[in-house]
């Protein structure tokens, strides 16, 4: 289980990071609306956080490809949709940076998609 943690937060670190990357070159650069760029990180963040909990994380309670890539799409989706809804709500109520709150966020749906992940999305 130590073992899994420890990938989880590895795989999980490289997706956050990969998501707010884009995130905010997606607002700074491109001058997107930060939700937009939000949705074009996780979907960017989604490939490296699959391929890393399949290859990695998951591996020795690994489903078939496809089920597994349907289970945490609909998995990572439901995380999306929280911190999408929090981003927004946040956005709108505070001052906080556009680039700290993304983080906030991204760290506290972290927890919730490890579970259902464990549980559900990568088992045989």
């Known amino acids: 289980m130590v073992h899994q943690i420890s990938w989880f937060v590895l795989v999980g670190t490289m997706a956050a990071g990969v998501h707010w990357m884009v995130a905010v070159v997606g607002v700074k650069y491109m001058h997107l609306n930060p939700l937009w760029a ?51 709500y946040l956005l709108a109520t505070t001052h906080i940076r556009f680039d700290w709150l993304l983080a906030g966020i991204l760290i506290g749906v972290a927890g919730a998609t490890f579970v259902a992940s464990r549980i559900w999305g990568f088992k045989a």
Do not use: D, P
């Open 38 to 88: 939000n949705l074009i990180g996780w979907l960017v963040a989604f490939v490296v956080s699959f391929s890393g909990h399949y290859h990695l994380t998951f591996r020795l309670q690994r489903a078939g490809v496809k089920q597994a890539i349907r289970r945490f799409f609909m998995i990572s989706a439901c995380g999306f949709a929280v911190n999408e809804l929090s981003y927004a």
